[in-house]
């Protein structure tokens, strides 16, 4: 592997909590060389479809800045719409969050969560969604100690990593290198009790059997267990 981890190990995981001034929860985390702004921010209302209900709301807005890969990409929001990609990822995001909370705790008020990749090496979607939850983490506290809230709405923690085949072998937490050269490439998100929130497994090349997908499924468990204790130690 290029840079000497062993086959089944994550990549550096650092985290900059507290990275912006305004925002609730902020944090810069870093894959490896793929480091993501996440923040949390939180509104006094909810969707209209939520109006009414005593439950809160979590939503995620998910960006790759133009800076962020080899070659400046446009921003979205000068073309005037984005990208299925930039969609599918930010309703990844979302849906992973929403399914630890407990929103009848958050009372009648919206997590406005951001993603915005600043430097891209493989696993953007991964950093996020685990940066999310830092972010996510850390604006709850404030609710919790300001009294706004009575509860701990988080369930549970969550994190997420990739996986893949690479010249026969399963890898975790792949690079950018290591991703264009996978002939199956997974991402998963699973909480902290090892119960599986999204599964997205795709064959790039060889079609992969019932075995090298259990393979995938347990050294991608053991990453985001190495990557939780890594995070949790960093929390304090």
């Given at each position: 592997?290029r840079?000497?981890?062993?086959?089944?190990?994550?990549?550096?995981?650092?985290?900059?909590r507290?990275?912006?001034?305004?925002?609730?929860?902020?944090?810069?985390?870093?894959?490896?060389?793929?480091?993501?702004?996440?923040?949390a921010?939180?509104e006094?209302?909810?969707?209209?479809?939520?109006?009414?209900l005593?439950?809160?709301?979590?939503?995620?807005?998910?960006?790759?800045?133009?800076?962020?890969?080899?070659?400046?990409?446009?921003r979205?929001a000068?073309?005037?719409?984005?990208?299925?990609?930039?969609?599918?990822?930010?309703?990844?995001?979302?849906?992973?969050?929403?399914s630890?909370?407990?929103?009848?705790?958050?009372g009648?008020?919206?997590?406005?969560?951001?993603?915005d990749?600043?430097?891209a090496?493989g696993?953007?979607?991964?950093?996020?969604?685990?940066?999310?939850m830092?972010?996510?983490?850390?604006?709850?506290?404030?609710?919790?100690?300001?009294?706004?809230?009575?509860?701990?709405?988080?369930?549970?923690?969550?994190?997420?990593?990739?996986?893949?085949?690479?010249?026969?072998?399963?890898?975790?937490?792949?690079?950018?290198?290591e991703d264009?050269q996978a002939?199956?490439?997974m991402?998963?998100?699973m909480?902290e009790?090892?119960?599986f929130?999204?599964?997205?497994g795709?064959?790039?090349?060889?079609?992969f059997d019932s075995h090298?997908?259990?393979?995938l499924?347990?050294?991608?468990?053991?990453?985001i267990?190495?990557i939780?204790g890594?995070v949790?130690?960093?929390?304090?």
């Amino acid at each position: 592997m290029r840079d000497n981890r062993a086959t089944h190990a994550i990549r550096p995981l650092t985290l900059q909590r507290s990275f912006t001034k305004h925002a609730l929860g902020s944090v810069l985390i870093a894959y490896g060389d793929t480091k993501v702004l996440c923040t949390a921010c939180i509104e006094e209302k909810v969707p209209p479809f939520m109006r009414g209900l005593q439950k809160g709301w979590l939503t995620a807005e998910y960006s790759l800045l133009p800076g962020a890969t080899h070659t400046r990409s446009s921003r979205e929001a000068a073309k005037g719409k984005q990208t299925g990609r930039t969609q599918e990822i930010q309703r990844l995001i979302g849906r992973s969050l929403r399914s630890i909370l407990d929103f009848s705790a958050l009372g009648e008020r919206t997590i406005q969560i951001d993603a915005d990749v600043l430097q891209a090496d493989g696993g953007t979607r991964t950093a996020a969604i685990t940066g999310s939850m830092v972010a996510l983490h850390d604006a709850v506290s404030v609710l919790l100690h300001n009294g706004m809230i009575q509860t701990n709405p988080i369930k549970e923690w969550l994190a997420a990593v990739s996986v893949g085949i690479c010249d026969q072998q399963v890898r975790c937490d792949l690079d950018y290198d290591e991703d264009v050269q996978a002939s199956v490439d997974m991402n998963l998100v699973m909480t902290e009790s090892g119960r599986f929130i999204e599964i997205q497994g795709t064959a790039e090349g060889d079609p992969f059997d019932s075995h090298q997908l259990q393979e995938l499924l347990r050294v991608g468990r053991e990453g985001i267990i190495d990557i939780l204790g890594i995070v949790k130690a960093q929390l304090g």
